[in-house]
């Protein structure tokens, strides 16, 4: 389980990078079921450490606060080759030992001087996925997600995609009731779909899309109802191939892969917090039957709603 989170960080460390994985686990939410996290920033000695924002910051742990650490994250950091003394020896004990490992944005670059992305999917912000790839060519980089999770190594891409990487290891944890805690007090979403290929050329999308806004906040009150793209179509008075095409502009994804993510993350609530047998949640969410609930289900989180009802039921 998730109960001890370090923070590396070294001159040139990005401090708004730094502040997501600091808001992610480092704040006492147990008045909201979150579980108290314990937490510290480390540096390669303790001391004062340089911030890329043009201030320094007091570290207090040193490179042996990472041996007790369950996750390890590593926020944005100079991509210059080179780490200073003990890193790269201190973060392969950390994967060596079973713990896992956390970047942020140019973070990735850090893992890569470690040795820890080879072979490994990875990825890193879409301005870097190039270099990252040039630099660490038995890396495997994927530019266009918000973060990949191999197992022991997480790599997301920019900024908010390191929240999006934050509450995945929540909800992988601890479940979907208290990674929506955590989202909510960060009022942000607890998951979104696409890749980073929607933020290269236009704002971050979500329920505040420019012009599918509100449609979007319906489709989450009535999952239940036929969403199919011709239905929402005609509610949203566009022809099909319009509203799909504008969809997909707009969310970074197909109508159908968002409703499928939408009703899982339904049905994860109910399997948490219900006793409702399989067959009513799938009623209830959209899918109809429980086949398809277990079918998709299965696809999108990797296990079954049984086990993870076993795993996270209140």
């Not at 955590?182 to 236009?202: K, T």
């Not at 011709?230 to 566009?238: H, I, N, V």
């Amino acid at each position: 389980m998730l109960r001890d989170v370090a923070v590396l960080v070294y001159d040139g460390v990005a401090p708004f990078e730094l502040g997501v994985v600091c808001e992610s686990f480092g704040i006492d939410r147990r008045d909201d079921g979150v579980p108290l996290v314990d937490f510290a920033v480390c540096g390669p000695q303790p001391g004062t450490v340089a911030t890329s924002g043009g201030f320094s910051m007091l570290v207090e742990h040193g490179l042996e606060r990472l041996e007790q650490a369950d996750l390890v994250c590593v926020p944005a950091m100079p991509r210059t080759p080179g780490l200073p003394d003990g890193v790269a020896e201190a973060l392969q004990r950390v994967v060596a030992r079973g713990a896992r490992v956390l970047s942020v944005c140019s973070g990735a670059f850090t893992l890569g001087e470690a040795g820890l992305l080879d072979g490994r999917e990875c990825t890193t912000h879409w301005r870097h996925t190039a270099e990252l790839e040039q630099r660490f060519p038995l890396a495997r980089v994927v530019p266009e997600v918000l973060y990949v999770d191999t197992g022991q190594v997480v790599t997301s891409a920019g900024t908010a995609a390191g929240i999006d990487a934050c509450l995945h290891l929540w909800r992988q944890e601890h479940g979907a009731r208290v990674a929506g805690a955590v989202a909510r007090r960060m009022v942000v979403p607890p998951q979104r779909d696409g890749g980073q290929a929607q933020f290269i050329a236009r704002a971050v999308p979500d329920c505040d899309a420019e012009t599918l806004g509100p449609l979007l906040t319906w489709i989450v009150e009535h999952l239940e109802e036929d969403l199919g793209v011709e239905a929402l179509a005609r509610r949203a008075l566009m022809s099909p191939r319009t509203f799909a095409r504008r969809f997909r502009e707009e969310t970074g994804t197909t109508p159908h892969s968002w409703v499928t993510h939408q009703r899982v993350a339904a049905a994860e609530e109910l399997l948490e917090r219900s006793d409702l047998a399989v067959e009513q949640i799938a009623t209830r969410v959209g899918f109809g039957n429980a086949a398809t609930l277990r079918q998709q289900f299965g696809r999108v989180r990797g296990i079954s709603p049984q086990q993870y009802r076993r795993q996270f039921a209140c």
